[in-house]
């Protein structure tokens, strides 16, 4: 087999995977990891079960690599700070953050998040990969603040990382809130977060 044959074979699986997985994520948005079976999420790819499970061993199997796709997603949102000086970073930084919180309110990936939350619960397999990925992109954003001379930096991510967590639940207890509105309230407070008090030390 050529070169070019393998790499087109490889393409075609990653594209496969691909598939799978969305197909996954919708079954596990609308039943849950345990509601939904590996019979429906093959259905719904055209694929039989037998084919499904060439790809992935299990369903435990398929549900990590869900949680990893999209604990990826969330860190590669970290790509527009990656490439900013000192400078920038502090001048950018929090309407960066800002946008970032209006955009990710897509109640697909809410339901997805919180479904992956319930699940490391009770699952310590699904809670490693979450905590890795956590401290992966807490430690990312902690540099960011050091590079930019920014004080405090493990507390102001700690905490700008906590008010993110909460919000998707307050959308959830309270779906009728003026959205607008709130984001402009909370936009001194992300500000105040991120760059206020003494950022030198």
Do not use: W
């Not at 970290?78 to 000086?85: A, C, G, I, S, V």
């Not at 919180?114 to 890795?132: G, K, T, V």
């Amino acid at each position: 087999m050529t070169d070019i044959q393998i790499s087109k074979t490889a393409a075609k699986r990653e594209a496969r995977i691909a598939e799978i997985l969305d197909c996954a994520e919708v079954q596990f948005v609308e039943s849950g990891f345990h509601g939904a079976g590996i019979s429906g999420i093959a259905k719904s790819c055209g694929i039989s079960v037998g084919h499904l499970y060439h790809y992935f061993s299990s369903k435990e199997a398929l549900i990590e690599a869900v949680v990893e796709r999209e604990l990826v997603r969330q860190r590669d949102k970290l790509e527009d700070f990656r490439n900013l000086n000192a400078a920038e970073i502090r001048d950018q930084i929090a309407p960066l953050v800002i946008d970032a919180i209006v955009k990710s309110q897509e109640p697909f990936r809410t339901v997805l998040n919180f479904e992956i939350l319930a699940e490391a619960q009770r699952n310590p397999s699904i809670a490693a990969i979450l905590q890795r990925y956590d401290r992966e992109i807490r430690e990312e954003f902690c540099a960011l603040l050091e590079k930019a001379g920014i004080g405090t930096p493990i507390m102001r991510t700690e905490m700008l990382f906590s008010l993110f967590a909460g919000i998707p639940a307050r959308n959830l207890r309270h779906p009728e809130q003026e959205r607008s509105q709130f984001i402009e309230l909370m936009k001194p407070i992300i500000t105040d977060i991120l760059v206020g008090d003494d950022c030198s030390g």
